[in-house]
């Protein structure tokens, strides 16, 4: 077994901060000690000094291949999760689809197709109910049992993933009993689609329009459902990518209430705004996502709610569209814009921008990146942290180093960055998963397959 050593860093987890060693046997971490007093031997020393010593990122929420509008987000699972490894993050769990008249088995068998033997790092999945009946929420329970389980539903997208007020109810009991955590796509899709057909037909077409008619207010609206929706149900609720500070009242409500309601956003809603969904000259439609951008005073809201613990995760949506050929689908019709943004390569490091400029502490990074992800979706204890028996996927992050985000020099396979030109400081170093290097000083060492599948247990904040 592969004994690796990584000395002299600041061991950064959830909980605490420490000057520790990190012994590493294999694929798993088996302990940590004050530098210098124990006279462990290695096969390989990492030098960790005046670096952090931080748990792989955990993204709960991403989308490589996933159709939408008759294209396909850009980046495959090989092409995603390595572009995921280069910034830090160590497990993704992306979202299987069941599609209507299917079952859920054979939209997750579809994904299981898709990711294995191709991912760089480890994966679990999420299903997307698209069509609940009796059958599917049957197959729920099973699903659970198997380690998916988390499932997600929209009241957004009218005839494509859109679900009614009964069936997400349906589906949030089946949950109450099951174990599962039902994640809501919060918006009033059917509201949104009349200001739409409003819109285009007074000539407003271009991408900015699309942050104007998916209103903060519908956002509001169908979190503010959802959340009684989950209560009449006695189930727990997590809305994902909250951009709204409206929404995020309504989630913060709850849960003075003592309801188990969560709620995840995303780097998007924390560093852009509608100011990037307004560039002239069709540019806006990279910014183009679902919820959309907000004005810029949202911002300061989500960063609270971050510290406040009403928001507890950060996961990126990534959702990748080139601009040339694929976001240009809407030129002319903002509603024809294929939604979703880039940005698992680079969650880590806006977050850690974010601890720099005060909005977080380095302990806060860790907990709404790593911990809590992997809490949410029944995988802490295997992910997430650095304690002795975890699996070794551990980041040498040197927050010295400087960097500027870039399409020129990413590794996601889209043809621009929402964040371009953005000054970063902190870079990774080095990257372990599993015990295995797979970033090391500007080179990417992993391959594809080295990842495997997660089977997850239920979420560890529901009973
Ligand atoms: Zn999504």
Redesign the pocket.
């Known amino acids: 077994m592969t004994r690796t050593l990584i000395t002299g860093g600041l061991v950064i987890t959830a909980a605490e901060e420490v000057h520790a060693d990190v012994l590493i046997e294999g694929s798993r971490i088996a302990a940590l000690a004050t530098p210098g007093t124990q006279n462990w031997t290695a096969d390989r020393v990492v030098d960790a000094t005046g670096k952090y010593v931080i748990p792989g990122g955990v993204d709960a929420?991403t989308?490589m291949e996933m159709p939408f509008g008759g294209t396909f987000a850009a980046d495959s699972f090989e092409s995603g999760t390595r572009a995921a490894a280069w910034g830090g993050t160590t497990t993704i769990i992306d979202?299987a689809i069941q599609s209507p008249g299917q079952s859920l088995r054979t939209g997750l068998d579809a994904w299981h197709a898709k990711a294995d033997g191709k991912c760089a790092i480890d994966y679990g999945f999420h299903m997307i109910l698209s069509d609940v009946n009796e059958s599917s929420l049957k197959e729920m329970d099973g699903l659970v049992a198997e380690g998916i389980s988390s499932f997600k539903l929209f009241t957004a997208y009218p005839g494509v993933f859109y679900s009614d007020d009964g069936k997400i109810l349906r589906a949030m009991q089946r949950a109450a009993g099951n174990g599962g955590l039902i994640m809501m796509?919060a918006e009033n899709g059917l509201a949104i689609d009349v200001l739409v057909e409003q819109a285009l037909a007074r000539g407003e077409t271009d991408p900015r329009y699309h942050g104007e008619v998916r209103k903060a207010l519908l956002e509001a609206e169908a979190t503010h459902r959802v959340i009684k929706l989950a209560q009449v149900a006695g189930a727990p609720v997590y809305v994902?990518?909250v951009s709204a500070r409206e929404a995020l009242a309504e989630i913060a409500r709850a849960r003075t209430e003592g309801l188990p309601v969560f709620g995840e956003t995303c780097p998007q809603y924390l560093f852009l705004s509608t100011d990037n969904l307004a560039e002239p000259d069709f540019e806006g439609a990279k910014y183009v996502c679902s919820t959309p951008l907000r004005p810029r005073e949202h911002q300061a809201a989500l960063w609270r709610g971050l510290r406040t613990n009403d928001l507890q995760v950060v996961s990126t949506?990534h959702?990748p569209f080139c601009f040339t050929g694929q976001k240009e689908l809407g030129r002319g019709d903002f509603s024809k814009i294929p939604n979703g943004l880039p940005g698992v390569e680079n969650r880590m490091d806006l977050l850690h921008q974010a601890v720099v400029d005060g909005h977080i502490s380095r302990r806060r990074w860790i907990e709404i990146a790593c911990a809590t992800p992997a809490r949410m979706f029944g995988l802490y204890g295997r992910k997430g942290t650095i304690a002795p028996g975890a699996d070794a996927d551990v980041v040498i992050y040197d927050p010295a180093a400087e960097q500027t985000i870039s399409a020129a020099t990413h590794h996601m396979a889209v043809d621009y960055s929402a964040y371009e030109g953005r000054r970063i400081a902190g870079r990774v170093k080095t990257v372990l998963s599993r015990g295995e290097v797979v970033i090391d000083r500007g080179e990417f060492k992993g391959r594809p397959g080295h990842g495997v599948y997660l089977a997850r247990s239920t979420s560890q904040y529901v009973r």
Do not use: G, N
């Open positions: 929420h989308h979202f796509h994902v990518h949506d959702c």
